[in-house]
């Protein structure tokens, strides 16, 4: 390939950058394209966004009481580019490098959960149940689900309100530039300048603390990254970023840290604080602002969870299978952007002076979750995004992106646990030990229908089954709640004191904006883990609705569980499985959607989704046989001690 010429190049960019912004510019059209078999057809009336839930709630609550410090939607000035514009640098390259297609950012992107966070079916109909329990609720969910909409003032009344325009940009989720221009909400030392400045522009006088999507954003559009990017610049004699309408580049130390990633993973529910007279949770006085996260109901603490963990520490953990080019993880980035050699832009592949990196941060992203990025592309509204016949150029890419993302969520699973099998004689004791290779509890993050098990099977000397606990039936989505049965999960519910008020059963629930107790949290602590330390956020072991210092010792990061076998087994298998979503969830957002009566509600779609994409069918974390003699599974890689 010929090289450019250096004094040319600069002109050649900015003409190339000027038509990609032209055709960012043109809006798309958004309509309903795709339905599972099953589904009961669309109305002609249908609405191009996902029909949320406008009508009364349980509880009366404003929009003053989901209100959280920094930035907020009145002070952004420049609009949050399209994503479809970094497509053009950032994709489409890698064959030319070479390098695999998902090291280029906007693909790993596309693949992952945080670009789906605005397309996500679960999501929506766990929004419209949310928003029938406490009104305006969305305000709260969409701040991290749609923040480009919120920041530019289109979540009206907890939904997003229509704009032809720019809707299809807004369901993009977690995108580019929202997390380009995010601010560091504590400057000090090695901090550019213009993250001072940034924070004499929020208005607001509460203190800014991190989580629940209280983010500091530059109202402008100037982009950061966690490299000094006038060495590109002056190479090139351009600012890429900036001949596409962008007033800067700056390098951001805030960008490796893993305080950013708090911003939306350590969430606690504004309307529910710690009651001493109670010793409960209860709902706080409506009608006014309550911001002390330390007092709320804890809903999810996986930044938490990493912040008291082992990980956390200068040295980090010795974990080469998710960091990539580096055998030691610290940050969430170590792990869930891992460093990788390659380029992170279409213009470096080809350009003296601009080296191939060998710390490039994947824009992966990855999670857990397989199941979710199956049923996207049929989804009735968001499949057209998807639709090849529509468009032949960046819809084929999507696509792609999401099979990629799917098998790197595999490899995630598959490495985060190591599990041991031993079967003792005479007793037929099967002893199983599960240890968590994750820098958080495992598993984590949003726990409603989110659950891991084990699956035991003991044959006798004639292959014949004997014994079985964690069955699983793949044709009706049930999970056998036999007496052994071991699942890590964690269960939220209502008081009897909350539930008589708001007239609900008490118990166990999935009415995520209104839970007020954890009644069981047994899932595995990461290295590092201490009770009181874990206790002092809200993230502590819980059994029976109490607190259970016992559950797991200070220093425990696995678990130990003995199965008495029947005589007459001699060998066997055990897996560790992992379902984003329960049976018994989607039931209960099907049966509960406040949309009664109407067929296309997205609890109903998500059902349909549900039985057409495998019933969000377990993943397989491990897989060991056993006989007399221990048995392991182990990842890929040999682990120091």
């Keep these: 390939m ?32 795709a339905l599972p078999d099953n589904h009961p057809p669309l109305p002609d009336n249908y609405p191009p966004l996902p029909d949320s839930y406008t009508g009364s709630a349980l509880v009366p609550s404003t929009l003053a009481d989901f209100f959280a410090p920094g930035s907020q939607p009145v002070s952004t000035i420049d609009s949050i580019a399209d994503p479809s514009g970094c497509f053009h640098c950032h994709a489409e390259y890698s064959d030319e490098v070479p390098q695999p297609a998902d090291y280029e950012p906007w693909t790993g992107w596309q693949g992952s959960m945080m670009a789906q966070a605005g397309r996500d079916p679960i999501f929506y109909a766990a929004l419209d149940i949310a928003m029938a329990d406490a009104q305006f609720s969305g305000e709260f969910c969409l701040r991290c689900h749609l923040p480009r909409a919120w920041l530019e003032e289109r979540i009206v009344s907890g939904t997003l309100a229509v704009d032809p325009t720019q809707n299809h940009i807004d369901l993009e989720g977690v995108q580019c530039e929202v997390c380009h221009r995010l601010s560091d909400p504590t400057p000090g030392a090695g901090n550019n300048p213009r993250d001072f400045y940034v924070l004499t522009t929020i208005t607001t006088t509460i203190p800014i603390t991190y989580g629940n999507a209280a983010m500091v954003f530059d109202p402008e559009d100037y982009r950061r990254g966690p490299f000094d990017f006038s060495v590109i610049t002056q190479t090139i004699g351009l600012d890429p970023h900036v001949a596409q309408g962008a007033k800067g580049t700056l390098q951001s130390i805030y960008h490796r840290e893993a305080l950013i990633c708090a911003t939306c993973h350590d969430i606690s529910n504004p309307l529910l604080s710690w009651d001493e007279a109670s010793q409960t949770y209860a709902l706080n006085s409506l009608g006014e602002p309550f911001t002390d996260t330390s007092k709320m109901f804890p809903i999810e603490r996986t930044f938490s969870e990493w912040q008291l963990s082992q990980y956390n520490t200068p040295e980090g953990v010795y974990a080469p299978e998710f960091g990539g080019n580096i055998e030691f993880v610290s940050t969430c980035q170590d792990c869930h952007m891992r460093k990788v050699t390659g380029v992170g832009g279409s213009i470096f592949r080809d350009v003296a002076g601009v080296p191939v990196r060998t710390d490039l941060p994947m824009h992966d992203l990855t999670g857990a979750n397989t199941w979710a990025p199956q049923m996207i592309p049929i989804h009735p509204v968001f499949s057209e995004t998807f639709d090849v016949t529509i468009d032949p150029v960046v819809a084929p890419k999507r696509l792609e992106a999401l099979n990629l993302g799917i098998e790197r969520a595999r490899y995630m699973l598959q490495n985060a646990a190591v599990v041991t099998a ?121 059994t029976n609705g109490q607190p259970n210092p016992t559950r797991y010792a200070d220093g425990q990061y696995w678990d130990e569980v003995v199965y008495v076998l029947p005589d007459g087994v001699v060998y066997g298998r055990v897996r560790l499985l992992y379902q984003t979503s329960s049976k018994e969830y989607i039931e209960f957002l099907r049966d509960n959607n406040p949309n009664i009566g109407d067929p296309n509600n997205n609890g109903q779609i998500l059902y349909d989704l549900w039985e057409a994409t495998g019933r969000s069918a377990p993943e397989v974390m491990a897989d060991v046989p056993f006989t007399s003699q221990a048995s392991v599974y182990l990842p890929v890689v040999i682990r120091q001690p």
């Excluded at 010429?5 to 059209?29: E, I, N, Q, S, V």
């Excluded at 606990?469 to 890590?488: F, V």
């Excluded at 954890?518 to 002092?536: C, H, K, V």
Aim: proline residues 8%.
């Design 422 to 542: 031993v079967l003792s004689s005479p007793t037929n004791e099967l002893t199983v030990r599960i240890t968590n290779n994750s820098g958080h509890k495992l598993p984590t993050g949003y726990v409603e229908g989110r659950r891991m098990w084990l699956q035991v099977e003991g044959y006798d000397a004639n292959g014949n089954l004997v014994y079985i606990s964690g069955a699983y039936n793949p044709a009706t989505g049930e999970l056998t709640q036999d007496a052994d049965i071991q699942i890590y999960e964690s269960k939220h519910g209502l008081t009897p004191e909350l539930a008589a008020q708001l007239g609900l059963p008490p118990g166990e629930s999935f009415h995520f904006a209104l839970n007020n107790i954890i009644l069981t949290d047994n899932r595995i602590p990461p290295r590092g883990y201490e009770y009181a330390a874990f206790a002092a956020v809200g993230a502590e072991p819980r």
């Design 2 to 33: 010929k090289r450019i010429p250096l004094l040319l190049f600069p002109l050649g960019m900015a003409l190339f950058f000027a038509g990609a912004l032209f055709m960012t510019l043109t809006p798309r059209p958004q309509t309903a394209r």
